[in-house]
Nanobody, 126 residues
Framework: QVQLVESGGGLVPAGGSLRLSCAAS????????MGWFRQAPGKEQEFVAH????????YYTDSVKGRFTISRDNAKNTVYLRMNSLRPEDTAVYYC???????????????????WGQGTQVTVSS
């Protein structure tokens, strides 16, 4: 089992920045691919980014490329999502997820992930 707890969400004006954190406990965090998803009101949950267990491979959905950066610190069992140039359309609940699947592949489907956090709200005002 892996337990995930997100933090760092909040209210920020358009153009602002936030850094989300996801602290993991349980099984060996270092060997899990970690992902971030988000769900806006009335919309389906969507993939945002994921990072391989080494940190050497990352993927982003097109709408956040160049603005968001996913990173991880395996010594701290934590994955981060740095969000810059935030837009009102980035408003959503952001979820951290973990999967034992590895390799430099695209793991952007919800079904790829076995463990989920409870989510943290990000609200971007216009």
């Amino acid at each position: 089992q892996v337990q995930l707890v997100e933090s760092g969400g909040g209210l920020v004006p358009a153009g602002g920045s936030l850094r989300l954190s996801c602290a993991a406990s349980g099984r060996t965090f270092a060997y899990y691919t970690m992902g971030w998803f988000r769900q806006a009101p009335g919309k389906e949950q969507e993939f945002v980014a994921h990072i391989s267990w080494t940190g050497g491979s990352t993927y982003y959905t097109d709408s956040v490329k160049g603005r968001f950066t996913i990173s991880r610190d395996n010594a701290k069992n934590t994955v981060y999502l740095r969000m810059n140039s935030l837009r009102p359309e980035d408003t959503a609940v952001y979820y951290c997820a973990a999967t034992p699947k590895s390799g430099s592949y695209y793991w952007g489907a919800k079904v790829d992930y076995d463990y989920w956090g409870q989510g943290t709200q990000v609200t971007v005002s216009s």
